[in-house]
């Protein structure tokens, strides 16, 4: 088992900052990770990488035209 500290879930991509890996804990269901010291924790790098592997894919965005129709339906008009 391998363990990881935040700085490494930054470099991961998974979060940016403290605030942003509480709300993941609270409300996102991220692994919340252990206490190695009284002011450190760390998280098993294989319950990350299936927390990362089972969450949604991303859509692409799409932007509004001000036309009533999005950027990604729009017919090309010749």
């Known amino acids: 088992m391998k363990l990881i500290r935040f700085n490494d879930l930054v470099a991961k ?3 940016n900052s403290r605030m942003t890996l509480k709300r993941l804990i609270d409300n996102q269901g991220f692994p919340p990770g252990v206490l190695i010291t009284p002011n450190s924790r760390a998280w098993n ?3 990350v990488d299936a927390w990362i592997a089972a969450r949604p894919v991303s859509r692409k965005a799409t932007t509004y035209d001000g036309r009533g ?8 008009v010749a």
Not at 69 to 76: P, W
């Open 69 to 76: 129709k999005s950027e990604h339906s729009s017919a090309a």
């Open 45 to 47: 790098e294989a319950e």
């Open 13 to 15: 991509g998974v979060v």
